[in-house]
């Protein structure tokens, strides 16, 4: 007996493809052929956890930059406001 785990990809259809459909040869290949599929779920699951990790990190970064404008923007307008209007901030 083979140990379909392995198997390349195309050594593994062409193995499929070569037995009858019902047989246990068949129903080997197309179980190991499911289990990679389920493994390459996991991993995909796995990198868009990470992705979203890092965009949640980049928006938090996106909002203290904002904030810190802000402030800034605020302090540049009242110093413009007390170098127009001195009296104003006696």
Same mark, same amino acid.
Request: glycine content about 6%; cysteine-free.
């Given at each position: 007996?083979? *140990?379909l785990?392995? /198997?390349s990809?195309?050594?593994l +259809?062409? *193995? @499929? #493809?070569? *037995? +009858?459909?019902g047989? @246990?040869? =068949? #129903? *080997? #290949?197309?179980?190991?052929?499911?289990?990679?599929?389920?493994?390459? +779920?996991l991993e995909?699951t #796995?990198?868009?956890?990470?992705?979203v990790d890092?965009a949640?990190?980049n928006?938090r970064?996106m909002?203290?930059s $904002? $904030?810190v404008?802000?402030i800034a923007?605020?302090f540049?307008?009242l110093?413009a406001?007390a +170098?127009? =209007?001195?009296a104003? /901030?006696?």
């Amino acid at each position: 007996m083979h *140990n379909l785990s392995e /198997f390349s990809l195309e050594e593994l +259809t062409r *193995n @499929i #493809g070569e *037995n +009858t459909p019902g047989s @246990i040869a =068949h #129903g *080997n #290949g197309m179980a190991e052929l499911t289990r990679r599929q389920y493994i390459a +779920t996991l991993e995909a699951t #796995g990198a868009q956890k990470a992705a979203v990790d890092a965009a949640r990190t980049n928006a938090r970064y996106m909002l203290a930059s $904002v $904030v810190v404008a802000t402030i800034a923007a605020a302090f540049s307008a009242l110093s413009a406001l007390a +170098t127009a =209007h001195p009296a104003w /901030f006696k």
